[in-house]
């Protein structure tokens, strides 16, 4: 189709096209039969080479099998072997946006401090971008496996590209190669990701602490501020970004936030205290933990319901092409009035059913949360991977600050610990 197009476009200005090899002349009355004929089977071999490549890359993924754009590929490089071999320096960049990420930072400020510092970035540019940084923070090639046909072609003379939400096997290959960070820290990065992305403001990189801490008061969260700035007291404390924000609506119906501040030692503190009771009540806290994991994990019945209400908007919809076609065939009584209530139906129809997505949704990351919980738990205290930040972000969720610090945990349980100000 495009070859007959531009043909046609060239032959209203009187120009004439010549392939030499098929020795076909456009401006002759069978040149564009020709042509037709020959673009056909043109494109029908393009679409056999396509699918044979396709089937072969496929074939190779079933077998665990898979390359690396070594060339744009930050920390590996091509061994002898064919798999993938740690370049020394290049991994150490990697870890060290990966615990950056952890101490607080954004995907934006650490490609900033990156560029800053003259780190060239995977395709050798001086300048790094934070869909970069997020890339590498989300590739699961880092801890060693690999998770192949994540995208595929919808379109073999397009070539679009589209992201594979099952509509083809996925396949993940894990221990595939050396790992540059652990699976707890990837875990860690992809449920901190995910957070944020939930948080309803702007996130504040500010450690670990940075838009966990929540006032009782308000809802708002709590902010570093530092005091004694110039002289030797100085100190950083964390208090109500809203403690003296008029206008906001406060349980204790005051001008300001009845919450004091808090340090991050003595929040820190009381975590280990937490820690420490956590891990003597360990197998309790594990077989409550994986209760919630499976009931998490179970969606049947979130997809029934999903299911029926699909089926419900797809009969609607028919009543309202029927509908309109007996219009257009002939005058129905009522047919605004009918129709109206036909849409209004369908509307609420999609209400609810993206209620129920949303419910999914909310539903899967609980349960990443829960996961990573019992997983950082089971290897509490033999053999602790995970720094004390790290071990922190894996465990809380938020702390809500009040008359103690109440400590919301990934698993969705509460521990308080009272008198911490």
């Known amino acids: 189709m495009d070859s007959l197009t531009t043909i046609r476009k060239l032959k209203e200005h009187g120009c004439e096209v010549f392939f030499e090899k098929e020795n076909i002349w456009t401006m002759d009355s069978k040149g564009e039969l020709l042509i037709t004929i020959m673009s056909s089977l043109a494109q029908e071999e393009s679409r056999s080479i ?19 754009p070594y060339g744009n590929f930050l920390g590996y490089c091509k061994g002898p072997n064919g798999t993938p071999e740690i370049v020394p320096d290049e991994a150490e960049i990697v870890r060290r946006i990966y615990k950056s990420f952890l101490d607080g930072e954004t995907p934006g400020s650490i490609a900033r401090l990156l560029t800053a510092r003259g780190v060239p970035s995977p395709g050798g540019k001086g ?14 090639k880092y801890y060693g496996s690999a998770l192949l046909q994540k995208t595929f072609t919808t379109d073999f003379l397009t ?8 509509e083809l096997p996925q396949y993940h290959i894990k221990n595939s190669h050396p790992a540059i960070v652990t699976k707890e820290q990837w875990d860690l990065v992809q449920v901190e990701l995910e957070r944020r992305s939930r ?14 801490l929540v006032c009782a008061d308000c809802g708002s969260f709590f902010g570093a501020k530092t005091w004694h700035s110039s002289d030797p007291y100085k100190t950083v404390i964390w208090r109500c970004n809203d403690k003296y924000r008029p206008g906001i609506e406060r349980k204790s119906g005051g001008e300001k936030c009845c919450t004091g501040h808090v340090t991050e030692e003595k929040v820190m503190a009381a975590f280990s205290n937490i820690v420490s009771d956590l891990i003597a009540r360990k197998p309790q806290v594990v077989e409550a933990c994986e209760a919630i994991l499976h009931e998490l994990l179970d969606s049947s019945a979130t997809d029934e319901k999903r299911k029926r209400l699909e089926q419900e908007g797809d009969a609607i919809a028919k009543e309202i092409e029927s509908l309109v076609e007996r219009q257009a065939r002939e005058t129905v009584d009522g047919f605004a009035d009918k129709y109206q209530e036909l849409e209004k139906r369908y509307r609420s129809i999609e209400e609810r059913l993206k209620a129920v997505v949303t419910d999914r949704q909310d539903r899967a990351y609980r349960a990443k949360q829960a996961e990573l919980f019992l997983e950082t738990i089971k290897k509490l205290p033999e053999g602790e991977k995970l720094e004390s930040t790290e071990l922190f972000m894996a465990l809380v969720d938020k702390v809500i600050v009040g008359d103690g610090l109440t400590f919301i945990l990934r698993d969705g349980s509460e521990e308080k610990i009272n008198g911490v100000r």
């Open 50 to 68: 396509s699918e044979n490549t396709t089937w072969g890359i496929r074939q190779s993924f079933s077998e665990g099998k898979f390359s690396l």
């Open 127 to 140: 300048k790094w971008h934070q869909t970069t940084v997020r890339s590498i923070l989300q590739n699961e």
């Open 159 to 166: 070539h679009r590209k589209k992201k594979n939400d099952g």
């Open 199 to 212: 948080m309803p403001g702007r996130f504040s990189p500010k450690g670990p602490l940075g838009s966990r």
